[in-house]
């Protein structure tokens, strides 16, 4: 929080002259140390600290959710497919960005019940109202997150550590990507392996017929296509992704 704090200070350099000349212009930006050493942050610099906040959010979503398995998933299976371009990065996208909101649901609820409401009511101090808010992210990052991967960046941080839950944020965050590319490759590559045997068997047809000008892939899509559909693809590929973080 002092760094974000520094930096909200610095960003005062780009104010004119005039403003910070005036009277009063600088006491909204004060901080506050209560009895018990914790410390208050005025409704000016809060709102700065959201404002910041708000860059690193797309970060955020993508790294510390289920986004990023659930979107290399989708372009594996259309590169399984054959498809180039359908469907378009900005269907895979928002099919990752809405499927990541199911999965979350939980645990922004809790965010929201811990944290949010009790800050928004002016029950809780902002400090407060991020370290609980935090907590439930952690659990869900530590339930998807490899003990290999965790061990790993501990060892490279030199962290010591007597329980998973006291591995720093700093630590858990590259620790859950690295699990979470695993286990999406790990699930495109059973995806793969049907389609992969129709291309094979498809290509093996021509080379026998002495069609070897002509593309196996342009032969191969309409099968894949259709087995694709027959066994209701979609269903499948959205309830594996959901089943994969525990929610059935």
């Known amino acids: ?22 009277p009063g212009a600088l006491s909204a930006l004060t ?3 209560n009895a018990g050493g914790d410390q208050e942050y005025s409704v000016t610099l809060q709102v700065l600290a959201f404002m910041t906040a708000l860059s690193f959010l797309p970060a955020m979503l993508i790294l ?45 609820d809790k965010i929201n019940e811990s944290a949010l409401q009790p800050y928004l009511n002016e029950n809780m101090p902002i400090a407060e109202a991020l370290e609980l808010g935090k907590q439930p992210m952690m659990e869900f990052m530590l339930s998807q997150t490899r003990l290999k991967d965790l061990e790993t960046f501990l060892e490279i941080a030199n962290v010591q550590v007597d329980t998973p839950e006291e591995v720093p944020i ?28 129709i291309d094979l068997v498809v290509a093996s047809i021509l080379m026998a017929m002495g069609m070897m000008m002509l593309s ?25 992704l959901a089943n994969s973080f525990g929610l059935l």
């Not at 296509?225 to 499948?236: C, E, I, K, Q, R």
Request: charged share 5%; glycine share 4%.
């Open 31 to 33: 901080v506050t140390t």
């Open 170 to 197: 700093t630590v858990l965050i590259p620790a859950f990507v690295t699990s979470e590319l695993k286990t999406a490759f790990q699930i495109g590559f059973m995806i793969f392996i049907p389609f992969l045997i």
């Open 1 to 22: 929080m002092n760094k974000v704090l520094l930096l909200l200070l610095s960003s005062l350099l780009f104010f004119s002259p005039s403003l910070l000349a005036e």
């Open 64 to 108: 510390m959710t289920s986004f990023t398995r659930i979107v290399v998933v989708m372009s594996i299976l259309r590169q399984a497919l054959g498809l180039q371009q359908t469907p378009s990065n900005q269907v895979i996208n928002g099919i990752a960005l809405f499927l990541t909101f199911f999965i979350m649901t939980p645990v922004f």
């Open 216 to 240: 196996p892939m342009i032969v191969s899509l309409p099968f894949k296509l259709m087995l694709f559909v027959l066994v209701d693809g979609w269903n499948l590929i959205m309830g594996s």
